[in-house]
């Protein structure tokens, strides 16, 4: 099946700083969405996006399908941008759609 | 709009003893997925429902547990009897077919 790799597995900023994170996943994808998983274990929708750049205040996300990968950018990082942050593919199989985490990254915001 | 609920929030119960979660999705998504995170690691996908017929339950442990959906809005999983190992945070989602995915808040289950 579809593997899906995200990088770093730990990431440990000061706060302002600039990251960027990756998800690479090993077989052609419908879409592709990027979560951030909240010290209190919700998750939080962040960006929808099979292809191309999409940008949310501090946060932008391209996926580049062709390649098989997506990044995201954290831009002048915030202590509440600690927490997991999931990408999942999502695949169209026999007329349903599954939708396939990566490994996570862990990031932790220092003030 | 409202988001996906879920209840209860934290549940502990002792080996052996049952437990059920209830989930009620956002109005007008047809698929409903359970999954089961174990600490440290991504969210595990137990079943996924379109409407109230289930699509993958590949990775259910139906000796255990079970799930429904009744009319195709609610969600029940239910674990019977529970081990230790059982012990995670039971998230529900919900989504159009093919769509984004909207996560309610999870159950954080303890077994003792």
């Known amino acids: 099946g579809i593997q899906v790799e995200q990088s770093p597995p730990d990431l440990i900023l000061q706060e302002g700083a600039n990251s960027t994170l990756r998800c690479n996943f090993s077989?052609?994808?419908?879409?592709l969405q990027w979560f951030h998983q909240n010290p209190w274990g919700q998750l939080i929708n962040l960006f929808y996006?099979?292809?191309g750049t999409k940008q949310n205040g501090r946060l932008s996300a391209t996926t580049v399908a062709t390649e098989r990968y997506s990044l995201l950018y954290i831009s002048s990082s915030q202590t509440t941008d600690s927490g997991v942050y999931f990408c999942?593919?999502?695949?169209?199989?026999?007329?349903?759609?599954?939708?396939?985490f990566g490994t996570g990254t862990r990031l932790k915001v220092l003030a | 709009e409202a988001g996906v609920a879920q209840s209860p929030r934290y549940k502990i119960i002792e080996k052996r003893q049952s437990v059920a979660f209830w989930c009620n999705p956002i109005?007008?998504?047809?698929?409903l997925y359970w999954y089961q995170q174990i600490l440290g690691q991504g969210p595990k996908l137990l079943i996924q429902?379109?409407?109230?017929?289930?699509?993958?339950d590949s990775q259910l442990p139906k000796d255990r547990f079970s799930a429904e959906r009744l009319k195709g809005v609610d969600s029940t999983l239910k674990i019977q009897p529970a081990k230790l190992e059982d012990s995670a945070v039971y998230l529900c989602?919900?989504?159009?077919?093919?769509?984004?995915?909207?996560f309610g808040p999870g159950t954080r289950l303890t077994v003792t």
């Open positions: 429902f379109q409407n109230n017929g289930v699509v993958d």
């Open positions: 999942a593919v999502i695949l169209s199989t026999s007329g349903t759609y599954k939708y396939i």
């Open positions: 109005s007008g998504h047809a698929t």
């Open positions: 077989d052609s994808v419908n879409n």
């Open positions: 996006i099979p292809s």
């Open positions: 989602a919900s989504s159009r077919q093919g769509y984004e995915q909207y």
